[in-house]
């Protein structure tokens, strides 16, 4: 399967390792809510930590695409990690709910701060005609990671919660170690030349028409595929199904995608990457709205399968859009704006998704899924002329005229 990937340059293989390195070490938050019972903390009290890791996913990633622009890749990728490992530490640590739900800001705030740093990086080191395959390496370096980590969180949990935290911080400096011996400084052009054209801020993300559309349809698609970390649950449990249920079809999901990944990258690489990613995601918008009429382990395996084969479709596809239209000068900020969009998305599946399926019902959330998810991928495939010009000749988003009003350093 690897050599389905020949070619990219040793940058992004690097980055897939400590990609998979950082990821194994993820799990402390799927097992946070059964640590903060064992630290005493009430179920009235649960979500104000659960809602600042939220909040923290907001945060990382625009300070990530910002300052991976400005002091460089490779900086912000060891800013992000040690913050991550000293927020682990913090965490364990906290002797209240006030300290917990801040240790639980800085957690997700920092390993937020990772991706936009990597994806400017990947975009600095791979060549335009290799980035489809550069990023859809790094999004199954995730799921590899992600796969084994369901595992041994499992395991380590049941030996004490500490272990939980020791691998989580020990995986994001070993990455840090990767990250500071193998991985080149990554400084774009706006952190070498003082005369960058694009400002200081995210405002050459809004000045830009393209990103103003796709933002948005990517942010539903996202928020749909979220759906499944909140609302798959949710009906697994309406139907009297035991938690093993949902143990295996996370299994069942991470399995697929990390074997059928490389083998769709194969066959779907002729085809250019906007259909791809269309065909993709409308299949994971039905396969996740046909969780409302499954009823059974087997049926609910049924619909895993449809949106997992479209997950490994579109898995990085997007991403290596979003790094062909960004100004070299401006790649850090473009990656952080997507990756903003994603924990939007996921905090809306996650909060709104919710109260949607409790209280308008199961097929609201289902139909939206089918409706919206469709629509979007369509919009995306509208937008495919206008992306293809890009690609091929890049124009320059327009520069703010900083004399006269200077952009604020900010997001």
Same mark, same amino acid.
């Given at each position: 399967?690897?050599?389905?990937?020949?070619?990219?340059?040793?940058?992004?293989?690097?980055?897939?390792?400590?990609?998979?390195?950082?990821?194994?070490?993820?799990?402390?938050?799927?097992?946070?809510?059964?640590?903060?019972?064992?630290?005493?903390?009430?179920?009235?009290?649960?979500?104000?930590?659960?809602?600042?890791?939220?909040?923290?996913?907001?945060?990382?990633?625009?300070?990530?695409?910002?300052?991976?622009?400005?002091?460089?890749?490779?900086?912000?990728?060891?800013?992000?990690?040690?913050?991550?490992?000293?927020?682990?530490?913090?965490?364990?640590?906290?002797?209240?709910?006030? *300290? =917990?739900?801040?240790? %639980?800001?800085? #957690?997700?705030?920092?390993?937020?701060?990772? +991706?936009? &740093? $990597?994806?400017?990086? @990947?975009?600095?080191?791979?060549?335009?005609?290799?980035?489809?395959?550069?990023?859809?390496?790094?999004?199954?370096?995730?799921?590899?990671?992600?796969?084994?980590?369901?595992?041994?969180?499992?395991?380590?949990?049941?030996?004490?919660?500490?272990?939980?935290?020791?691998?989580?911080?020990?995986?994001?400096?070993?990455?840090?170690?990767?990250?500071?011996?193998?991985?080149?400084?990554?400084?774009?052009?706006?952190?070498?030349?003082?005369?960058?054209?694009?400002?200081?801020?995210?405002?050459?993300?809004?000045?830009?028409?393209?990103?103003?559309?796709?933002?948005?349809?990517?942010?539903?698609?996202?928020?749909?595929? *979220? =759906?499944?970390?909140? %609302?798959?649950? #949710?009906?697994?449990?309406?139907?009297?199904? +035991?938690? &093993? $249920?949902?143990?295996? @079809?996370?299994?069942?999901?991470?399995?697929?995608?990390?074997?059928?990944?490389?083998?769709?990258?194969?066959?779907?690489?002729?085809?250019?990457?906007?259909?791809?990613?269309?065909?993709?995601?409308?299949?994971?918008?039905?396969?996740?709205?046909?969780?409302?009429?499954?009823?059974?382990?087997?049926?609910?395996?049924?619909?895993?399968?449809?949106?997992?084969?479209?997950?490994?479709?579109?898995?990085?596809?997007?991403?290596?859009?979003?790094?062909?239209?960004?100004?070299?000068?401006?790649?850090?900020?473009?990656?952080?704006?997507?990756?903003?969009?994603?924990?939007?998305?996921?905090?809306?599946?996650?909060?709104?998704?919710?109260?949607?399926? %409790?209280?308008?019902?199961?097929?609201?959330?289902?139909?939206? +899924?089918?409706?919206?998810?469709?629509?979007?991928?369509?919009?995306?495939?509208?937008?495919?002329?206008?992306?293809?010009?890009?690609?091929?000749?890049?124009?320059?988003?327009?520069?703010?005229?900083?004399?006269?009003?200077?952009?604020?350093?900010?997001?």
């Amino acid at each position: 399967m690897l050599s389905t990937f020949s070619g990219l340059p040793r940058t992004a293989w690097i980055i897939f390792a400590g990609t998979i390195v950082n990821r194994i070490g993820y799990v402390v938050t799927p097992f946070l809510v059964f640590y903060l019972g064992s630290r005493g903390v009430s179920t009235q009290q649960v979500p104000y930590v659960l809602g600042a890791l939220g909040a923290g996913n907001l945060i990382g990633p625009a300070v990530g695409g910002l300052l991976a622009d400005r002091i460089g890749r490779r900086p912000t990728i060891l800013a992000g990690l040690l913050g991550t490992a000293t927020a682990q530490g913090l965490l364990y640590a906290a002797p209240n709910v006030l *300290s =917990l739900a801040f240790a %639980a800001v800085l #957690l997700s705030a920092a390993g937020s701060m990772v +991706s936009p &740093a $990597t994806g400017a990086l @990947m975009t600095d080191a791979v060549p335009v005609d290799g980035r489809r395959r550069a990023f859809s390496l790094f999004h199954w370096g995730v799921n590899i990671g992600t796969a084994v980590a369901g595992i041994l969180g499992g395991f380590l949990a049941a030996h004490g919660y500490w272990l939980l935290f020791l691998v989580d911080a020990t995986t994001s400096l070993a990455f840090a170690g990767i990250a500071v011996t193998l991985l080149p400084g990554g400084r774009g052009r706006a952190t070498r030349s003082a005369a960058s054209t694009s400002g200081a801020g995210y405002g050459v993300v809004l000045r830009d028409p393209l990103m103003r559309a796709l933002l948005p349809l990517f942010g539903i698609g996202l928020m749909i595929y *979220s =759906l499944t970390e909140v %609302a798959l649950p #949710l009906a697994i449990r309406d139907d009297g199904l +035991s938690t &093993a $249920t949902l143990g295996v @079809m996370a299994t069942l999901n991470a399995v697929l995608v990390v074997v059928l990944q490389p083998v769709a990258l194969h066959v779907l690489s002729r085809f250019a990457q906007v259909p791809v990613f269309v065909a993709g995601s409308v299949l994971v918008a039905v396969g996740i709205a046909l969780t409302g009429v499954a009823h059974s382990p087997w049926a609910y395996a049924g619909t895993v399968v449809l949106w997992s084969a479209g997950e490994a479709a579109v898995g990085g596809v997007a991403g290596a859009i979003v790094a062909s239209l960004a100004p070299e000068d401006a790649r850090g900020r473009y990656q952080g704006a997507f990756q903003w969009t994603w924990g939007i998305a996921r905090f809306t599946a996650l909060s709104v998704g919710t109260g949607v399926y %409790a209280s308008a019902g199961p097929a609201v959330v289902w139909w939206f +899924s089918a409706l919206a998810g469709t629509a979007a991928a369509l919009g995306v495939g509208a937008l495919a002329p206008k992306i293809a010009r890009r690609q091929a000749a890049p124009v320059p988003v327009a520069p703010p005229t900083a004399e006269l009003h200077p952009e604020p350093a900010s997001v």
